[in-house]
C-alpha cells in the first residue's frame, strides 16, 4: 500500500520536474553590442523579419518605435495589421528599461507588470540602420531597418548574423511590408 501511494505521488511529481528541468536549461551567452546610443536608437524600425511571438505570426507593416522618457525609460509602440495589408490594425505598448549602465543593450521589455522580457540589441550597423534584436533563449528575433524594404543581399546577410548567433533561421518569417 505504502509503496502504491509512493508510485503514485512520484508520477503526480513527474510534469513538475520536467517543469523545473526546463526552466533551468542553459543557454550560450547571447552577444550585444558594445554600446547603444539611446537617443539615436530612438525612432521608427521596420520588422522586416522575425522570429514572431505569438501575438505577431501573421503581422504585417509591422513597425516598433522607440522614444526615450525623461526618466531613462522607453515608450515603445508596435503596430501592425493582422493578417494582411487590410487586415484590422494591433498595437502594443510596452515599456523598455536598460538593463545595464555600459552598453546599453541590454533592455527588460515590460508589456504586462512586474514581468520584463528580455531583449537584447545582438547587432547595429554604424549607421543605426539596421539591427536584430535577439533573447538568450533564441526563442524570438527581430530583424529591424529604419525603411520597410531592404536589397536582397543585405537581407540575406542579416539572416545569415541571426544564424551566426545560433538561432534555427528556418523559423525565420519575412514580415510583409507595403507602403
Known sequence: MIRKRFVGAALLALPAVFLIQAGCQSYPPMPTVEKVDLPRFMGDWYVIAHIPSRP??????????YKLEEDGSIATTFTFREGG??????????????????????????????????????????????????????????????????PPEQYDALIQKLADLGYDTSRVRKVPQRW
Open 56 to 65: 505577431e505570426r501573421d503581422a504585417y507593416n509591422a513597425i516598433e518605435s
Open 85 to 150: 495589408f487590410d487586415g484590422e490594425q494591433k498595437e502594443m505598448t510596452p515599456r523598455g528599461f536598460v538593463e545595464d549602465d555600459g552598453s546599453n543593450a541590454i533592455w527588460g521589455m515590460r508589456f504586462i507588470w512586474p514581468i520584463k522580457a528580455e531583449y537584447l540589441v545582438s547587432y547595429l550597423d554604424e549607421d543605426y540602420q539596421t539591427t536584430i534584436i535577439t533573447r538568450t533563449k533564441r526563442d524570438y528575433a527581430w530583424v529591424m531597418a529604419r525603411k520597410p524594404e531592404l
